[in-house]
């Protein structure tokens, strides 16, 4: 018995190191002559020489140019393309006027044919688009998308000191607000391929057109090296998606060719709704404006202005002076009156106070009130964001007493102080008297006065949070005070019970 223990032993060594020994002759087989070793479920490479010379990394036409400087994103590194008409610069030319620096802003107007009069100087310089109309009876829409192309052709022959990191796209009747608009892209990287936009407010438009397309009319940004590898596509591109209805339809069927999805910024409003859009303006995401579009298809902003313009030059002379908080929300309860009332604060800085007779909670008062419809069917949604309705004028206790800026009282370094009036429109007031305690407190406010400190515009680089605040009433009853500040540690918008 040992002695057969003992052959097993033997055998089973020499069979041990015959394997190792067949191992390592394969192992060398592998490292002298590999490149003639073929396996016969891998694809042959196409030449041996050209396989050894592979890139890992294939950076090629989408290079942005090499940055003169460290610099943050600027106002100057951004080129403006504004697809326009002729026919139609005239009547909407007041739009682009209220937002465009003259002598600071890069960009042009791309018009469909020269305009029969004299270019006003206070207007962006003008281009004319290549002609388009081989693709029929969607050629403007051909023109507008290809405008792109045009703008990156123009920056890439430009001296290099003229930087070019984004290319902005809008309507000649998109409103932008820049300053916030740089903020924004000061988050990305311009060296890399980003296309940042949004898409529509109303859900039917988004289904019929795409949820992962920035709507034109909002405004959307291309990078530098986004804008290269679209400028080598577009032709044929354009030529693919002939049938298709809109211009950025077209731009983002071809960026998707590219790989290249849409970053959503909720900033961009392309508008995309009827009526009156006080309800969306007033419940602004907690992250800076950027765009407004379809301005002449909604009522004007304030019913305390007689047209639209004069409510955007109220908006704006709040913005200028503070651009990263116009519109941003706070929400605050004021029980100074005591006799067990309570009001419900919400202020949209820059634009509008809302006065609540009653608690009302934050998760409430950050949703829209639905002073609007759909863009195409004028139905009462579905939108992409939840909606609340306004109340029935007839039970005053769930509407809220609603101001309009009125003017800004101060404007320091470092704070502002602005004054919003009551309503002048009486539908957005309630008409009865509510039995609740805090009605009569504030039917009887016809001013509201905001202090604030100024936006420190780096906050956008950080996690979003609302600003907290804190009221109290002053000359009888006729003023309320609010106090916007920074939250403390531990602090919140608690309702009082």
Not at 137 to 142: P, T
Not at 235 to 252: M, P
Request: hydrophobic content about 35%; overall charge neutral; glycine content about 6%.
């Amino acid at each position: 018995m040992p002695k057969t223990i003992e052959m097993r032993r033997r055998c089973t060594s020499a069979a041990v190191c015959a394997l190792m020994l067949a191992t390592c002759t394969l192992l060398t087989y592998f490292a002298f002559f590999s490149d003639q070793l073929q396996l016969p479920w891998a694809p042959p490479w196409p030449n041996p020489s050209i396989h050894d010379h592979i890139p890992i990394l294939i950076p090629t036409t989408a290079q942005a140019p090499a940055s003169l400087s460290p610099l943050p994103t600027n106002l100057s590194h951004l080129l403006f393309a504004l697809g326009g008409s002729a026919q139609t610069w005239d009547q909407r030319r007041s739009y682009t006027q209220l937002w465009w620096h003259l002598n600071q802003t890069r960009g042009h107007v791309w018009l469909d044919q020269q305009p029969s009069s004299p270019w006003p100087h206070t207007c962006p310089p003008y281009r004319i688009s290549r002609d388009t109309s081989r693709y029929g009876n969607r050629a403007a829409a051909s023109r507008i998308a290809n405008i792109v192309v045009e703008a990156y052709e123009l920056a890439s022959s430009s001296p290099p000191k003229d930087e070019v990191r984004w290319f902005v796209m809008g309507d000649d009747d998109t409103v932008f607000f820049q300053e916030n608009l740089v903020g924004v892209l000061q988050k990305y990287d311009h060296t890399q391929m980003y296309y940042v936009g949004m898409p529509s407010e109303s859900v039917e438009q988004d289904v019929m057109h795409s949820y992962g397309m920035a709507f034109g009319g909002g405004g959307f940004a291309i990078s530098y090296p986004a804008a290269a590898e679209l400028a080598g596509i577009m032709d044929g591109c354009l030529d693919r998606y002939i049938n298709f209805y809109g211009s950025d339809q077209r731009v983002q069927a071809c960026l998707a060719e590219l790989g290249i999805p849409l970053t959503r910024e909720p900033g961009f409003h392309q508008v995309d709704v009827r009526g009156d859009v006080y309800g969306m303006l007033a419940a602004h995401p907690v992250a800076p404006l950027v765009s407004l579009h379809h301005l002449d298809y909604v009522m004007p902003i304030s019913s305390n202005r007689h047209t639209q313009l004069e409510g955007l030059q109220s908006l704006f002379s709040a913005y200028e002076v503070d651009p990263g908080r116009i519109l941003q929300q706070a929400f605050c309860y004021d029980a100074g009156s005591g006799a067990g009332s309570v009001l419900s604060v919400s202020v949209s800085w820059g634009y509008t106070v809302q006065v609540y007779p009653q608690v009302v909670a934050p998760h409430e008062l950050e949703i829209p009130l639905q002073t609007f419809m759909t863009w195409r069917s004028s139905s009462s949604g579905p939108f992409i964001f939840n909606t609340r309705p306004l109340g029935d004028p007839d039970n005053p206790c769930v509407r809220p007493f609603i101001f309009f800026l009125d003017r800004v009282l101060q404007n320091e370094t470092e704070a502002t102080v602005t004054q919003y009036s009551r309503s002048k429109n009486e539908d957005d007031q309630p008409k009865a008297k509510c039995g609740k305690k805090g009605f009569s407190v504030a039917s009887r406010i016809d001013k509201v006065r905001v202090f604030t400190p100024k936006m420190d515009p780096l906050l956008w680089k950080q996690a979003p949070r609302r600003h907290c605040c804190m009221t109290r009433r002053t000359k009888w009853g006729r003023m309320l005070e609010v106090r916007i500040k920074y939250c403390s540690p531990g602090e919140s918008t608690t309702p009082p019970i």
